[in-house]
Each structure stands twice: as C-alpha cells, then as structure tokens.
C-alpha cells in the first residue's frame, strides 16, 4: 500500500469517527488517484469551509481574550495555580495553527521528512492560517506575551554551523506570515535535551514565568499531554484511539474556552494511534 493511499484511509477513519453523530451523512473518500492529492490535503487547499473553520477559532480566542486576561485567577493550563501575579502569555503551535504549510503537503515526494519541510519552508513565502494574525496584533496589543512551541526539530544541516539551522527558517516563517516574534519566544524541538516532542515540558516551562491564558493549536498535543502513540519523556502510555477521546471529554471545559483547536486533517499525532 503507498504512503499516499495509507494517508486516504487514515483521513476516512477519521472522518468517521468525527462523524459519529451526523446521522444520515455517508462519509465517502475518493479512490480515484486522479484525485490526488488525498482528500484531506485537497479540503485544506481548497474549501471554503477551511477558511471559515479557522476563522471561527481565532474569532472565539478574540471573544475570550479581554476576560482571560482580567481574571488573574484564569489559567488555561490544568494545573497552574498560583500565578495571579504572573504576566499573562498565550501558547500558540505554529505548522497549521499560524503558518500554513499545506502546499509543501500537497507537492512534497513521500516519505516526509523534516528536513524536506525545512528545505521548502526556506524557499517560499509562508503564509499565515485565516484570522491569526489578526488574533495575534489583538493579542500583542493588549500586552500579552506570546510564545510559538512547536515540534519542528532542531537537526545538524551540512555547510551550517549553527546548533539549531532551524529555528531561523521557523522565526523567518512567522514573520513572512504576518507575526511579529523573536527567537527568545520560539520554541523549537531539541533545542534543549529535554525540549522531547512531548510539549507539555516547554508549556511546564512558559508557566514558571507567565500565566498562560490560552493554548492555540492544531494537534491534541498542543493542548494535552501524552497523546502519541510513541510516549516521549515524561510520558510512558502509548496514546491510543480510546484514551485521546477519553482525555478530550476530560478536558471539555477547556475548549473554546482557553484551547482553541484549528482543523488539520492532513497529518498529526491522530494518524499513527490505533
Ligand atoms: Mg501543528
């Protein structure tokens, strides 16, 4: 089976589990390879209802904005109390939270690799997911921090002497985008030993100094820890189907209240738990 097709039916399952209510809808997924690229990526690219989706989030974070940052008591972290003293910051993800990358997913030669996005990130102009940066200058406006946690790696590029080549393209991105940032507030995947996948140990360390009043992203590990199928430190459960479902009913007060969820059927941490 290629990589491509494996990807179709991965975007059915989830589309039929996301479905589960929507009595009398036939979730369908084209067989066609003339359809390429696959479904999730072409919904991406090319629907209206994308844009809207995506704008409705960053309206809703717009909404909740004046009261997370009034109420000292407000924490969209589960866990931090404590910090009515503490500056108010936002964590946002950046790959298909703030800075679309969904044509290097429709264009890029299977299998993916990070260096691959890396080189297609440092050859085009990134553009910013509907509504972000508008949420962002509001945001910046009102004085609050704003950090970019996102998984993208630092790795070794040959003819770069630099421990993170990375974190430049990553800053530059965000700024092509639209959003204002620096390299103090990006937040790269090992670019400490312990900055693991897992970003619960960069949100853990936002909150020793801010008050993070909302977590904006796209995968359920940019809101809850220890949703991968392969645990990273200080997770040791392999994240399944059942227990990532568990975990986002456990947390439903949270959402679109304090997390703000962008839709990405296209690739995540939900494509490889079973
Ligand atoms: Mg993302």
């Known amino acids: 089976m290629s990589f491509r097709r494996l990807r179709e039916l991965l975007v059915l399952a989830a589309s039929l589990v996301t479905c589960v209510s929507c009595a009398g809808t036939v979730a369908t997924v084209s067989t066609d390879e003339e359809d390429e690229p696959h479904g999730g990526v072409q919904w991406v690219l090319t629907a209206a209802e994308f ?63 990070n260096s691959k996005l890396d ?85 853990n360390l936002v909150a020793e100094t801010h ?13 809850i820890q220890c949703a991968r199928s392969s645990p990273r430190t200080p997770c040791t459960n392999t994240a399944t189907i059942a227990s990532r479902r568990e975990a986002t009913w456990n947390h439903r007060s949270y959402w679109g209240a304090g997390w703000f969820i962008l839709p990405n059927p296209m690739h995540g941490s939900w494509t490889t738990v079973k």
């Open 119 to 203: 080189d297609w990130s440092n050859t085009t102009i990134a553009t910013a997911l509907p509504g972000a940066v508008d949420f962002v200058r509001l945001a910046q406006a009102a004085g609050v921090e704003l950090f970019f946690v996102t998984n993208r790696p630092c790795e070794p590029k040959a003819g770069v002497d630099h421990p993170c080549p990375q974190e430049q393209v990553t800053l530059q991105d965000l700024i092509e985008a639209g959003i204002e940032t620096d390299a103090d507030h990006v937040m790269l995947a090992n670019e400490r030993p312990e900055w693991d996948r897992e970003k619960v140990v960069r949100r």
């Open 51 to 113: 844009e809207a989706l995506s704008l409705q989030a960053y309206r809703a974070a717009s909404d909740f904005l004046e009261a997370a940052i009034s109420d000292n008591d407000w924490s969209a972290l589960p866990g931090q109390t404590d910090a009515s003293e503490l500056p108010p910051a936002i964590i946002f993800d950046i790959d298909e939270t703030t800075v679309s990358n969904a044509e290097f997913q429709a264009s890029y030669e299977p299998p993916f690799a």
């Open 211 to 223: 008050r993070v009043i909302m977590l904006i992203g796209d995968d359920l590990g940019d809101f």
